[in-house]
C-alpha cells in the first residue's frame, strides 16, 4: 500500500511520487497495470514540498547508481534515434570506416 503525493511529468514520462512503509518511492506510471482506491484517506506529511522531494530524488538516483560507458556501433538512423534517450549524453556517428 502507498500513499500517492503527486504526478510528476519528465519528459514524455510520468511519475508517481509517494509515501510507502519503506519511505519515498518512484513508480513509473507506464508500468502499472491497475491501482484501486482505497477506504481509509491517503497520508499526506505536513509541509510536503513535492518539487523539493523529487529534487531529493532525483539527485539520490543519480548518486547511487553506477554510471557506465558504452560505445555503440550502429548505422546513422540509429544514432539520432539513441539521441532522443535522457540517459544518451554524447552521441556521434561514424561512416563505419
Known sequence: MLDPLGLVAKGTTWYLFAGTSYGFRT???????EAAVLAEA????ANFDLAAAWTVSTRHLRQEHPQYEVTLHVDVHAAEWIKTWQIAREVSASDGG
Not at 27 to 33: E, H, I, P
Not at 42 to 45: E, K, L, Q, Y
Request: proline share 9%; no cysteine; aromatic share 10%.
Open 27 to 33: 513508480y513509473r506510471l507506464s508500468r502499472m497495470l
Open 42 to 45: 491517503s497520508a499526506r506529511p
